[in-house]
């Protein structure tokens, strides 16, 4: 199994461009880059979460962090689509109105495009209209909710509300995930599916195209 510690210290160091070497050294000594974000990035970016809670890390940690978090994605996404074969479905993702927290996000797009799903990424604070927009011109099977603030929780249940009063929430399924979220609370305003992870995400994203409704 290669060793991805090079690439974790250099995530948690907030080093973009060893990231970035580490992680191309990783890939031509045959590690996958599922491996990457199951094995280095999702447990660097837990243990950044982890240190800023205790006071270790501040805001300017966090950002590089993520910085080097987002060089390594540019260099694995175009091998993860290539390695999902025949798209499972289509989701679309995005994190609600009034939350800029992406972190999570990005790790449930890439671990969803290596899982063999399209994801159309509409990014932070995404606006319920937003959402509707796309989702009318896209057609995905699931629609995957990001939130990561207390505050910002009932944006989902309006983004929910948003689909359905444009008539649109009867053609997908919806999940929902982020720190504050839990199983109750997804059903509490309507969606169909939680994920407390991103191979949460995977999984549930394939039970909703499996059994759609
Ligand atoms: C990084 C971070 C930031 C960064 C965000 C950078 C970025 N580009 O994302 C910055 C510095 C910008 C930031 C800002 C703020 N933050 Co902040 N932040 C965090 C921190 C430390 C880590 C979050 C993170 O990335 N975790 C790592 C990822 C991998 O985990 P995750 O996001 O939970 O995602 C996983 C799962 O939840 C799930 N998942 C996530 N999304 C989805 C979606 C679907 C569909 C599914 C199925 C699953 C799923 O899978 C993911 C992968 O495993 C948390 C503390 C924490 N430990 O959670 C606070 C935290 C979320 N922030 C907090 C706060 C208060 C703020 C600010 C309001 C601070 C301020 N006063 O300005 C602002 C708000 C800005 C805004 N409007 O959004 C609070 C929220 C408290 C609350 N109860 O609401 C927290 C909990 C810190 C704290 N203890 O006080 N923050």
Redo the contacts with the bound molecule.
């Keep these: 199994m290669v060793d991805l510690s090079s690439l974790r210290d250099a995530i948690l160091d907030g080093d973009a461009a060893a990231a970035a070497t580490a992680a191309s050294a990783a890939l031509a000594g045959g590690a996958s880059p599922l491996e990457l974000v199951e094995r280095a990035i999702?447990p660097a970016?837990?243990e950044?979460?982890?240190l800023?809670?205790e006071g270790e890390?501040f805001?300017p940690e966090?950002?590089v962090s993520?910085r080097a978090t987002k060089q390594v994605f540019e260099l694995i996404r175009p091998l993860l689509a290539q390695a999902g074969v025949a798209s499972r479905g289509r989701v679309v993702?995005g994190?609600v109105q009034?939350?800029?927290?992406?972190?999570?996000?990005n790790?449930?797009a890439a671990?969803l495009e290596g899982g063999g799903f399209e994801v159309v990424d509409l990014g932070?604070?995404v606006p319920p209209s937003r959402l509707v927009a796309a989702v009318a011109e896209r057609q995905p099977d699931i629609v995957?909710?990001?939130?990561?603030?207390?505050?910002?929780m009932p944006a989902m249940a309006q983004a929910v509300k948003a689909l359905a009063d444009a008539g649109l929430r009867e053609r997908v399924r919806v999940?929902?995930?982020?720190?504050?979220?839990t199983q109750a609370f997804a059903e509490s305003i309507g969606a169909d599916?939680?994920?407390?992870?991103?191979?949460?995400?995977v999984d549930?994203a394939r039970r909703l195209v499996i059994s759609p409704g």
């Design positions: 999702g970016m837990d950044v979460g982890r800023f809670e890390y805001v966090l950002l993520a993702l994190t009034g939350d800029q927290h992406d972190i999570g996000k790790l449930v671990m932070v604070d995957g909710l990001s939130a990561l603030l207390t505050t910002t999940m929902v995930g982020g720190a504050p979220v599916a939680f994920g407390a992870n991103a191979n949460a995400a549930a």
